[in-house]
């Protein structure tokens, strides 16, 4: 919002231009909405947010994790050859609405854990391979406008967990809201 207002105060866009961006940042819900809404106005290293241009996570007989507040971009490979990879999106910024994902596990595990309204879909690829038996899941129904991980996955003497953790409860003695 402070690029936004230095720009239109120096005349790099107009007062309508700047009430026109500022009502799409209100409803942006990815981070690469907002990106989109300032990337015209400054060079890339002065941009306030910076995307994550790595698009792998890869653990090879190690343990590889990530967690907290980062950007997942809108395409991210994924491997676990021997080792584990934990992807926990509970609290990342999703670039785009649709994120793909091309998750390999041989001999490894990859968990995923995604927050409650992000709809993950999955494509399984091992399926193809002979001998293979084929994913009886029908796929979920994304609601509109919400934000969809697409799984492409082949396991090979590995598992990929995906999951959405319930949140904390409450302890006994916690208060409630009145």
Do not use: C, K
């Not at 009502?23 to 907002?34: H, K």
């Not at 989109?36 to 400054?42: E, K, R, S, V, Y």
């Not at 968990?111 to 038996?133: H, I």
Request: charged share 20%; glycine share 8%; net charge positive.
């Amino acid at each position: 919002m402070t690029l936004l207002a230095q720009a239109a105060g120096d005349g790099r866009i107009t007062l309508e231009e700047h009430a026109h961006r500022v009502q799409r940042a209100y409803t942006a819900r990815t981070l690469g909405d907002l990106a989109g809404l300032t990337d015209d106005l400054a060079l890339p290293g002065a941009q306030p947010l910076r995307l994550d241009n790595s698009r792998a996570v890869t653990a090879f007989f190690a343990t590889e994790r990530r967690s907290g507040r980062w950007v997942v971009p809108d395409r991210l490979v994924v491997t676990a050859i021997g080792g584990q990879v934990v992807l926990d999106l509970r609290e990342a910024l999703l670039q785009a609405r649709r994120t793909v994902m091309y998750v390999s596990a041989m001999g490894g595990q990859v968990n995923l854990l995604v927050p409650a309204g992000v709809t993950v879909v999955t494509r399984n690829l091992s399926a193809s391979l002979p001998g293979a038996r084929p994913d009886p899941q029908p796929e979920p129904v994304v609601p509109p406008g919400s934000p969809v991980i697409e799984m492409h996955t082949l396991t090979v003497l590995g598992r990929i967990h995906v999951r959405t953790p319930r949140p904390p409860r409450g302890s006994l003695f916690s208060r409630r809201p009145r």
